[in-house]
């Protein structure tokens, strides 16, 4: 069975020459984004099995917001 990045290089290598690079960088682009977002999500279940939540209460916040 072949691995992920087997399978990557040679769908890269079925495109065309010139549209590589871009595919390269925009897989760059949405690796860094999901890294950034897994983080994010562990560092907010972090807070959560701390105790450092809050219910957040849309109607209570709107009307703090309409008094500043």
């Given amino acids: 069975?072949?691995?992920?990045?087997?399978?990557?290089?040679?769908?890269?290598?079925?495109?065309?020459?010139?549209?590589?690079e871009p595919v390269v960088a925009y897989l760059v682009e949405q690796t860094e984004k999901f890294r950034l977002l897994k983080s994010a999500i562990?560092?907010?279940?972090?807070d959560v099995k701390k105790g450092n939540i809050a219910e957040w209460n849309i109607q209570e916040f709107l009307a703090r917001a309409r008094t500043r």
């Fill in 42 to 46: 562990a560092e907010g279940m972090n």
């Fill in 1 to 20: 069975m072949k691995t992920t990045s087997e399978k990557a290089t040679e769908a890269l290598d079925l495109l065309p020459e010139d549209m590589r």
